[in-house]
């Protein structure tokens, strides 16, 4: 049996996306196992007001907190805690899981935000199926961000343009996200980033909520960089870029969405880069080694 864990991050909204995702998997792959990993109010929050899906289980892991933590209004604080005790915490889950169920696990789904995935994986020898949640762009930047420190410096010129990458030249330094050449650089989350960068080239694959068509130059660029970087979505865009088709901006905006909205029509086309690709991640999903699916003993 396929046994497929998907970790959390359970923050913000990131936990919904990847739960979506593992759904969608799911209903493609009836006869697989998903156990979804998330904290306690993580899971509550995402389980409220939905119906649960039969193959998928959810587990509880700890939120890494001192038993005396008291929140003093710093949203970062429970972010570290989390992530220094996040690669034990998923370890021991997992395990735990496996022991209980007598199925070991055959592919890691996770928040692109887990670096340490990737480790986890090929200790596990499965498959690592990072979700990223935003766009081509942002993380191809986070991909470069060596390259673009050491061409840009840190709290350079706020008007040199990104020329030296294809498809970059109308970016500004002023126009990179906090954290990359600017602001804080050893912060939580520009830690997160930056080692996230790094390791997201070790993933079987990268799965984003987006088009290939949209910005096709740049998903080429990140497509040299790292190895099956599957850009889908659902219908659900689609019906979002109609809605605001219908709305009372100028005629300009309507047209530019309309030509955007042809284009992602066109993605999800039968033969379309989002049907495709979306193939292409059940593939990786159901390849696992036949050493990772066999039963614990």
Not at 48 to 75: A, M, R
Not at 173 to 191: E, H
Not at 230 to 245: C, D, P, R, S, W
Request: hydrophobic share 40%.
């Amino acid at each position: 049996m396929k046994h497929i864990a998907a970790l959390a991050f359970p923050f913000g909204t990131h936990a919904s996306p990847l739960l979506s995702l593992v759904r969608r998997i799911s209903l493609s792959l009836p006869d697989a196992k998903f156990s979804f990993f998330s904290t306690e109010p993580s899971n509550n929050k995402l389980l409220n007001g939905i119906e649960e899906s039969s193959s998928i289980k959810h587990y509880n892991v700890d939120d890494g907190l001192p038993d005396d933590f008291v929140f003093k209004g710093n949203p970062q604080e429970p972010v570290e805690y989390f992530l220094k005790s996040a690669l034990v915490i998923f370890k021991q889950a997992m395990e735990d899981v496996e022991m209980q169920t007598r199925h070991k696990i055959t592919c890691l789904i996770t928040d692109s935000f887990f670096w340490f995935a990737a480790d986890i994986a090929e200790e596990m020898n499965v498959p690592w199926i990072a979700l990223w949640t935003s766009g081509p762009y942002a993380i191809f930047l986070h991909i470069e961000t060596e390259e673009i420190r050491e061409q840009m410096g840190i709290d350079g010129p706020g008007e040199r343009s990104l020329d030296f990458f294809p498809g970059f030249s109308k970016i500004l330094a002023a126009d990179l996200p906090a954290g990359i050449i600017s602001g804080c650089t050893d912060s939580t989350f520009s830690q997160i980033l930056y080692y996230m960068g790094k390791t997201l080239l070790r993933a079987t694959a990268t799965a984003t909520n987006s088009f290939e068509e949209l910005d096709p130059e740049v998903v080429d660029a990140v497509k040299r960089k790292i190895k099956n970087f599957l850009n889908f979505t659902k219908e659900a865009t689609i019906k979002a870029l109609e809605i605001v088709l219908f709305s009372d901006e100028g005629e300009k905006m309507r047209e530019r969405i309309s030509e955007r909205k042809d284009l992602s029509l066109k993605a999800v086309d039968e033969d379309g880069s989002s049907r495709n690709n979306f193939n292409t991640l059940l593939q990786i999903v159901s390849s696992s080694s036949s050493s990772s699916s066999s039963s614990t003993s």
